[in-house]
């Protein structure tokens, strides 16, 4: 038996959120939460190479200069796409999914170094410890009040909180809400220069392309209320950008500051009561 560097360590995947775990509990934490689900036919986990061996591959594509996103075929966990931001100062590679391999490694590295891999929150974790692993281990940063949610704890995961500029003009802050740590990635020069905001699930671009969700659950439709919902969309109005990108494909791509106000107020009016059966 090979005993390398790739596969002395053993770590399994689950299969619906496809965030690793160095232990196979009954069932994964994360999943068995009220923000997400297990599925009826029971808990699942795999490997990596279970996964390689299923037919699973990683792609990269370009979104718009210096942004790309990282995709698997068929799609890993939830399906969630990745960012990967190239600066002068390196690359951040933001809600990594739970698969890769060796072409989509190569490619990223091809771009330049990576130099921190980050999460927007727990669901979106995938097999960020094992990303770092393979492409020259990066530190891996986790929001300190979700630290908890770790399934596969390293000593290349460090802690964070509040504001953390990663290189210049790529900054992390956490307006909260769907998790206590939840994170947006705001990279300055994005959008020719107009700013982007790389959203997680702290709120979520709709597929009207016009408006922007402010969920605690989303696949279980569990809303975050009034006063949650204006502290999270009074952090992002402290930010300049015009473009938002969702952890999908899913994107504002104009406009996307007045977007989050605009769909700040009617869901904070529909949480209080203001509506009624209108229409
Ligand atoms: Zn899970
Ligand atoms: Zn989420």
């Not at 490694?105 to 727990?122: K, M, R, T």
């Not at 504001?163 to 992390?172: A, K, S, V």
Request: glycine share 8%; charged share 20%.
């Amino acid at each position: 038996m090979r005993l390398d560097h790739d596969r002395a360590v053993t770590f399994w995947i689950c299969r619906t959120c496809g965030v690793e775990h160095s232990e196979r509990p009954d069932v994964c934490a994360i999943c068995a939460d009220e923000r997400q689900w297990v599925p009826a036919s029971g808990q699942a986990w795999a490997t990596l190479e279970e996964l390689a061996d299923e037919g699973y591959a990683a792609h990269l594509t370009t979104l718009e200069p210096d942004l790309y996103a990282v995709t698997s075929t068929p799609n890993a966990g939830i399906g969630q796409q990745s960012k990967l931001v190239r600066t002068p100062d390196g690359s951040v590679l933001w809600d990594p999914i739970g698969f890769l391999d060796e072409p989509v490694v190569q490619q990223i590295l091809a771009l330049g170094p990576v130099v921190a891999i980050v999460a927007s929150h727990p669901h979106m974790y995938g097999v960020q410890v094992e990303w770092s692993r393979r492409l020259g281990n990066p530190r891996v940063l986790v929001a300190e009040s979700d630290v908890h949610w770790l399934g596969r704890p390293d000593p290349v995961v460090e802690t964070w909180k509040g504001t953390l500029e990663l290189t210049p003009g790529l900054t992390l802050s956490q307006p909260g809400g769907h998790f206590p740590g939840s994170a947006v990635l705001h990279w300055a020069a994005g959008a020719e220069g107009r700013g982007v905001l790389l959203a997680g699930d702290t709120v979520f671009a709709n597929p009207d392309r016009r408006s922007v969700a402010f969920m605690r659950s989303y696949p279980n439709h569990l809303p975050l209320s009034a006063a949650v919902a204006e502290r999270v969309a009074a952090h992002l109005e402290e930010l300049a950008f015009d473009r938002l990108y969702g952890n999908f494909a899913n994107v504002i791509d104009r406009d996307a500051r007045a977007v989050v106000r605009r769909s700040a107020d009617r869901h904070i009016a529909w949480v209080r009561g203001d509506h009624d059966d209108l229409t």
